[in-house]
């Protein structure tokens, strides 16, 4: 009797629960036109939990027109789950000295199950030569 | 009894307690820790919306394209559709403080919308300077930029959603043609107890 109760609410449950939990596919060409200019990159891992779930993949930059770093960095949900966090943009000189921008938020974003996406950035001034990304789990 | 002298002393120890706990804190502006509503525009939503219509404007090299740069910018008209008073400063100061900052342009504080000035001062003081030289000393804004922000509105439930977005344009003033166009869309979701509206 218990079964017949149990059974019938635990495939309810597993049901609401795989519901919840989808994951991104992707199709793209593969004979690639345009080439990253991918950079090596130091990462520091402070917050396993999030490594664990979105992951760097790479990081590749670019000039601008009018001479602005640009930076780009693909992520990837390792997880089936969607998964929020939140980033933000520093920007060095080529004397290491952090440049003050009013304009730097820290961005919350999400990103899917399965989904590798990119985040980019310009810098504020042509003085920017270098940059750290800091990631938090929201 | 000796329940008794226990209960008043922590009747008597509770609002130091309670009070000692509730204080008033900085933090970051615009950081994780700001609060988000979901019917009103908030400063971590004007910071965002200005870096995304700086980095655009940027990238571009638009403003490079100026025969004297670098570029002069007047501030035109930026419209409030949203549901809320507010002061569209939040939004075009940051655009200009960071596109000063950039070396790449200038905005003019003696050119406004209607003939006003953001600075009375700087006007007269150049209008003065324009007497005595006998010239034209202005130089003339090479774009203006307006804009609009709009506030589309939605609920489903107890679920409401808010989506603001940050329109703007920078057109050449001598053509009249828009050489830069932008749009940032922020959309905030929340149940009925954290809506502000």
Known sequence: MKTRILLPVAGVVLLAVAGCRTSMNSIENTQKTGQRQMISDSRVITDGSLARKVSFVGVNESTTPGGFLKIQIEVFNRKHSLQRFSYQFEWFDANGMQINNIVSPTVGDQIEGGESKFISAVAPTTACKDFRVKFIED | ?197
Request: with cysteine; proline share 3%; net charge neutral.
């Open chain 2, 1 to 197: 009894m000796k329940k008794t002298i226990l209960l008043s002393i922590l009747a008597a120890a509770l609002p130091f307690v309670v009070g000692g706990c509730a204080s008033a804190h900085y933090i970051q502006t615009g950081g994780r820790e700001s609060v988000v509503t979901v019917g009103s525009i908030n400063i971590q939503d004007y910071i965002q919306a200005a870096n995304s219509a700086t980095s655009d404007l940027l990238a571009s090299g638009v403003l490079d394209k100026v025969s004297n740069p670098p570029a002069v910018i007047a501030i035109s008209r930026i419209v409030n559709n949203t549901g809320e008073q507010i002061d569209t400063d939040l939004l075009t100061k940051k655009i200009r403080v960071a596109l000063l900052n950039s070396g790449k342009a200038q905005t003019t504080t003696t050119m406004g919308l209607g003939g006003t000035s953001e600075d009375p001062m700087a006007k007269g003081l150049q209008q003065e300077a324009e007497f005595k030289a006998d010239q034209q000393t202005t130089r003339t804004p090479d774009f203006t930029l307006s804009g609009k922000i709009i506030q589309l509105t939605a609920k489903a439930g107890s679920t409401s959603q808010s989506t603001f977005s940050f329109q703007l344009s920078l057109t050449d003033a001598k053509s009249g043609l828009a050489v830069w166009e932008g749009e940032k869309e922020i959309t905030k979701q929340g149940t009925q107890s954290a809506v502000g509206f």
